[in-house]
Structures are given as structure tokens and as C-alpha cells.
């Protein structure tokens, strides 16, 4: 029978190989740390103004948000090596550089789309004002709750979703925007959005449990090699294809949280940077000329096919104060196609004849991201309408999509600066995390086909929800794939554990709407 001692004493019994990882990882911390500063600095170097407030800014916002991803390490990325440390089929320093440089990959190769179907949570005007002291609040409100929340639940070895307090954040945040500006008109949460993503935070751990547990019983009447059904003896790794299907599934797992959880923290970096510094960051810089000229033609075809729907009604007002009412309300209103019309024509005259995207005067970027959000925000009203030929809807949802190439993207650094952040809080927090996934959950200790059944399971999960762009927890699917091998195997559980991990569930929700819509107020009347 494995001990926590065991499991603590997992490092030290590496000492010799420790210190050649800790070298190789602070040579990739060091390499990677260089490349994000480096571009960072040439990015910024476009940037003409006289204060430092923007810069400071920056520098403080981005090391929070480094911040949160850092603190996630704790949790979710812990969960992607636990398996291999526990069974001792990695050393735990070669696991967290080897789940890191996964993760890495995982990060780079996303689509950002995970990213952005986060950020686009939060209140439209926001989201629009994100460099005003509304938006810095905000931003510093999500973040600060979300890491006081992880630090808590880490510290009694809770393996806590970093999902779902970031979502309960934003939540959080959109009640109290609409709360203390309600003589306004002010938006708050978009609950037909966020009760999407929720479905996919609920819907995952409990096909986690029974995917997980139905494989392990797969696995007990097809494959007959004793051996996998074994818990860990002492310090003595498995076999080497246990060993090898181990590291397989840790493989995987590190890869597919890296394609969905470090997309969270990007979208915040990307709020951080487009509110701080828009001149460098409001507008994907690589669309290039050909790209703009397309935009042309597909923004005078959208026009056309808003002016026929109208009947060539005439805007009264202005277009983007019409199009934000009509977004605030979430639905179409008499005058909200027209003003779309209008705002789309608006936008071409700002972009259509430029070279590219970096030629738009640096004084015009902020304010033309904010017209394509509107407007891309604002089609989908004017989708739903009944009467729309095919053809009329492909326009539309093409000039959304090249809308969303030229304000949502992320670049290389951010996401190196991410990956980083990850595996560093990976590699110190993990023995927590460890002890409650290997021994706590269930009644008996983890073995080698329970650990590879919830990892098969939780990786696969995770990449399916990637293609419907929706965040999902990695603690959450593993954990619950964890006591659905325990329950098929007829383990048992620890129903200490398993309640103490529900308590978690249940009251990060809450907990984190109450941390961020207080700190929201409190950083309000600060900015």
C-alpha cells in the first residue's frame, strides 16, 4: 500500500535527476520568458504617448493574469501528471517539464475560440470600455477572485475548477455592473450565453463518470493482463506498456488542457492589452491587403442585404448607440438594421481602402474594434429574423467571420507567456493535488487502468469540447472520471472526499459571483 509519505517523499527519492530538471526548466522559463518580452517590447514600440499610466498599467494587469494561470497550475494541470507520478511511471520533475512542454503545444496550436466565447460573457459596454476604470475594474475583479478562490480550495487539496470560477467571476461582475448602474440602462449577464457554457461545466463531469467507469469495466473483460489492475507497490514503476499507456494518457490529458484552459487566461491577457495599449492590439496586424480588399466587397453585400431587408429605412441617431441599445436589450429593435447598415458602411470607410490592417491611422483602431464587435454582436439579431434567403445569410455570417479575424486573435507570445505560467504552478503545487486524485477519492488506492481509463476519457472530453469552442474543467472531468473507475471496480468511495469535492462544485459558483461583483464595486470607485 502506497502512503502519502510516499507520495511526498516522491521528489526527494529524485534528487540527482531534480536538479537537471529544475535546470532544463529554468532554461525554457528563461528562453520562453525572453521571446514573450522581446515581443512584447516590439510590439509596444509603435505606441506614441507621454505617459507611463498605460504602460504601468499593463505590467501590473499582465502579471496578475499570469497570475490566475499560475495558480490554475495548482489545479488543473496538477491533475494531468498525477496519474504518472502516483503510479511512479515519470519521475515528478520529468512529468511536470514533460506535461509542460504539452501543454505548451496545446496552448500554441488552439484556436483562441475557447477564448473568446469567455470574454464575449461579460457586458457589451464593458467589454467596449475595457480601457476605462470600469473596464481595468473588471478586469481586476475577475482576476483577484478567481485567484483568492483557487489559492483557498488548493490549499486543502481540493482539485477546484478553474472553469467554473472564472465563469461565476464574469457572472459575478455583468450582476454588479447591472446593479450599481441600473438608472442606466447598463447590460449584465448574457444568461442564454452563459447557461450554454454551463451545460458543457455540468454536462462534462457527469459523462466523465460514466464514459470512465463503463471503460474500466471494457477494459476488465477484454483485456485480461493482471497486472493493470494492480495499485502501485512502494516505489516500483508498472510494467513498461502500462508504463508506456500511462505517459500516453498523461500525454494527452497535458495536450487537450492546454487547448482549453490556457485559452481563459488569453482572452483576459487580450482585454488587458487591447483596453491598455489599442494602438498595438485592437487590430489583428497579419490581415493583410488582399484579406481588406475581401472585407470591401463582403461589407458592401451586407449592406445591400440590410437595406432590402429594411426596405432602405434611414437611421435616425447614431448608428452605434442604436446597435449597443439594441445588444443591451438582446433583441432587435425597429431601427437596430438600418443602424447596423449604417455602422457596417461606416467601418469600410475606415478600413476597405487601407493595405492592410496596420495601416489604420494608430488614433482610429480602438474605436474600429469597437464598431466590428458591435457589429458582429448585432448580425446574429438580424439572423434570427424569418425571410432571409440563403444567400442573404451567407453574406451576413461571412462578413462575421472576417470581423472576427480582424479583432479576435491572439499572438504567439501571449500564448508562450500562458504555457509558462502553467507549468510553473504545476511544478509547485502538484503533491496535493496528487494525494487526493490517488488515494482519497476512492476507498482503494488508484490503479494503473483506473488512472488511464479517467485520463482516456477526460482527454477525449476536452477536445470535443474544443470544436464547440466551450470551456470545460479539467479537475472536474479526471476527478469524476477517478470515482467512476472506482465505482465500476466496486472500490468504493470515499465519501469524505467526494463531498468535500461537491462542497467545491457547488459553492464555487456562488462564491466567486459574491468575490468578484464585491471587488468590482470596491475597484469601481477606486479607477
Not at 105 to 118: E, I, P, R, W
Not at 193 to 199: E, L, P, Q
Not at 503 to 516: E, F, G, H, K, N
Request: neutral net charge.
Amino acid at each position: 500500500m502506497q502512503t502519502e509519505a510516499a507520495v511526498a517523499s516522491t521528489a526527494t527519492s529524485t534528487q540527482g535527476s531534480g536538479r537537471v530538471f529544475g535546470i532544463v526548466f529554468a532554461v525554457i522559463l528563461l528562453i520562453g520568458a525572453g521571446y514573450a518580452g522581446l515581443h512584447l517590447v516590439d510590439d509596444l514600440s509603435i505606441v506614441r504617448t507621454h505617459s507611463t499610466t498605460p504602460f504601468v498599467l499593463l505590467g501590473v494587469a499582465l502579471l496578475i493574469a499570469l497570475g490566475f494561470e499560475f495558480v490554475n497550475g495548482f489545479h488543473d494541470t496538477a491533475n494531468a501528471v498525477a496519474t504518472v507520478i502516483y503510479t511512479h511511471s515519470m519521475p515528478a520533475n520529468l512529468a511536470v517539464i514533460w506535461s509542460g512542454i504539452f501543454n505548451f503545444l496545446g496552448v500554441l496550436t488552439s484556436s483562441g475560440a475557447v477564448a473568446f466565447t469567455v470574454v464575449s460573457l461579460l457586458p457589451v459596454e464593458l467589454i467596449l470600455q475595457v480601457g476605462s476604470g470600469a473596464g481595468f475594474a473588471m478586469v481586476f475583479a475577475l482576476l483577484f477572485a478567481a485567484i483568492i478562490w483557487n489559492l483557498g480550495t488548493w490549499y486543502f487539496g481540493l482539485p477546484n475548477s478553474s472553469s467554473h470560477t472564472l465563469i461565476g467571476s464574469i457572472i459575478g461582475v455583468g450582476l454588479a455592473n447591472q446593479l450599481t448602474a441600473a438608472k442606466t440602462g447598463t447590460s449584465g449577464v448574457d444568461w442564454n450565453a452563459a447557461m450554454g457554457v454551463m451545460r458543457g461545466l455540468v454536462f462534462s463531469p457527469i459523462a466523465g463518470f460514466l464514459l470512465a467507469g463503463l471503460l474500466m469495466l471494457l477494459l476488465k473483460a477484454l483485456v485480461k493482463i493482471p497486472a493493470l489492475y494492480r495499485a502501485p507497490e512502494g516505489r516500483k514503476p508498472p510494467p513498461w506498456p502500462i508504463r508506456l499507456l500511462l505517459v500516453l494518457t498523461c500525454t494527452g490529458v497535458s495536450f487537450s488542457h492546454g487547448s482549453n484552459d490556457g485559452q481563459k487566461g488569453m482572452g483576459l491577457i487580450m482585454l488587458i492589452l487591447i483596453g491598455t495599449v489599442p494602438t498595438a492590439y485592437a487590430l489583428n496586424g497579419a490581415v493583410s491587403g488582399s484579406q481588406v480588399k475581401t472585407f470591401h466587397q463582403v461589407s458592401v453585400e451586407a449592406q445591400q442585404v440590410l437595406n432590402a431587408v429594411d426596405h432602405g429605412a434611414q437611421v435616425n441617431g447614431n448608428p452605434r448607440d442604436i446597435v449597443t441599445s439594441a445588444l443591451q436589450q438582446r433583441k432587435l429593435l425597429p431601427d437596430t438594421t438600418p443602424a447596423l447598415a449604417a455602422l457596417i458602411a461606416h467601418i469600410d470607410q475606415q478600413v476597405g481602402n487601407r493595405s492592410s490592417l496596420r495601416a489604420v491611422p494608430q488614433e482610429q483602431m480602438g474605436n474600429v474594434r469597437n464598431d466590428i464587435y458591435l457589429a458582429n454582436a448585432a448580425i446574429p439579431l438580424v439572423l434570427a429574423q424569418p425571410g432571409l434567403s440563403k444567400e442573404e445569410t451567407a453574406t451576413l455570417t461571412s462578413w462575421r467571420g472576417l470581423g472576427v479575424m480582424a479583432t479576435q486573435f491572439i499572438p504567439p507570445w501571449v500564448k508562450v507567456a500562458v504555457a509558462l505560467a502553467l507549468g510553473l504552478g504545476t511544478m509547485v503545487g502538484w503533491k496535493r493535488i496528487v494525494v487526493t486524485v490517488g488515494e482519497r477519492i476512492g476507498k482503494e488506492h488508484l490503479t494503473y487502468a483506473q488512472g488511464a481509463s479517467a485520463e482516456l476519457v477526460a482527454m477525449t472530453l476536452i477536445q470535443a469540447a474544443d470544436m464547440y469552442h466551450l470551456p470545460v474543467s479539467t479537475t472536474h472531468v479526471l476527478t469524476s472520471g477517478v470515482a467512476g473507475t472506482m465505482a465500476a471496480n466496486g472500490s468504493g468511495l470515499q465519501w469524505s472526499t467526494v463531498r468535500n469535492l461537491l462542497m467545491a462544485w457547488v459553492l464555487t459558483l456562488p462564491a466567486s459571483i459574491l468575490l468578484a461583483g464585491g471587488l468590482f464595486v470596491v475597484f469601481k470607485h477606486l479607477f
